[in-house]
T-cell receptor
């Protein structure tokens, strides 16, 4: 079945450091790919998405590019802030409900 | 426009009991999905409702059941609670129908503890 594999956390970074969270997927068909973020005490929020190969999703300084050849959708940010501390989930859908990875906890320290 | 709201936010039950969790969808959304998020895990799909009919189900036993009402609010019922049912239960709504790949809007969840 469809699945998503994320790098395990937690990830701890200093403010202004570069972030990469790896995500690879397995899917039958052509999935749409998503990154969701869960801030402490809040529900999941869509961060960005890409619906076809080579699309780049971006939001709030975060970017991810849909790489069909490597079945990857890595999340990147050039300079993280304390406010980016949260759990990040990679997810996919192929006309099915969302399939999530296990999540990666990011802690950014000042 | 209000977002997705869930109730209760926290509850504690004992093994064998039954629980009902409630969700009010975002205005105008006709599709609701429920997910179970165990501690340290990603959300797992339980089922989806579209226009009051179940429209897809994940790998959960029949003691997990649901309802969607004409106003698109929804309930998740779990019978014969087990310790492993302890989790955060998330409700998500969307406007594009069951096969739309657009954004899901999540509530903050109901945290269930089974003792």
């Amino acid at each position: 079945g469809d699945s998503v594999t994320q790098m395990e956390g937690p990830v701890t970074l200093s403010e202004e450091a570069c972030l990469t969270i790896n995500c690879t997927y397995t899917a039958t068909g052509y999935p749409s790919l998503f990154w969701y973020v869960q801030y402490p005490g809040e529900g999941l929020q869509l961060l960005l998405k890409a619906t076809k190969a080579d699309d780049k999703g971006s939001n709030k300084g975060f970017e991810a590019t849909y790489r069909k050849e490597t079945t990857s959708f890595h999340l990147e940010k050039g300079s993280v802030q304390v406010s980016d501390s949260a759990v990040y989930f990679c997810a996919l859908t192929v006309y099915t409900p969302l399939v999530f990875g296990k999540g990666t906890r990011l802690s950014v320290i000042a | 426009e209000t977002g997705v709201t869930q109730s209760p936010t926290h509850l504690i039950k004992t093994r064998g009991q039954q629980v009902t969790l409630r969700c009010s969808s975002q205005s105008g959304h006709n599709t609701v999905s429920w997910y179970q998020q165990a501690l340290g895990q990603g959300p797992q799909f339980i089922f989806q409702y579209y226009r009051e009919e179940e429209n897809g189900r994940g790998n959960f036993p029949p003691r997990f059941s649901g309802l969607q009402f004409p106003n698109y609010s929804s309930e998740l019922n779990v019978n014969a609670l087990e310790l492993d049912d302890s989790a955060l239960y998330l409700c998500a709504s969307s406007a594009g129908g069951p096969h739309d790949t657009g954004e899901l809007f999540f509530g903050e969840g109901s945290r269930l503890t089974v003792l």
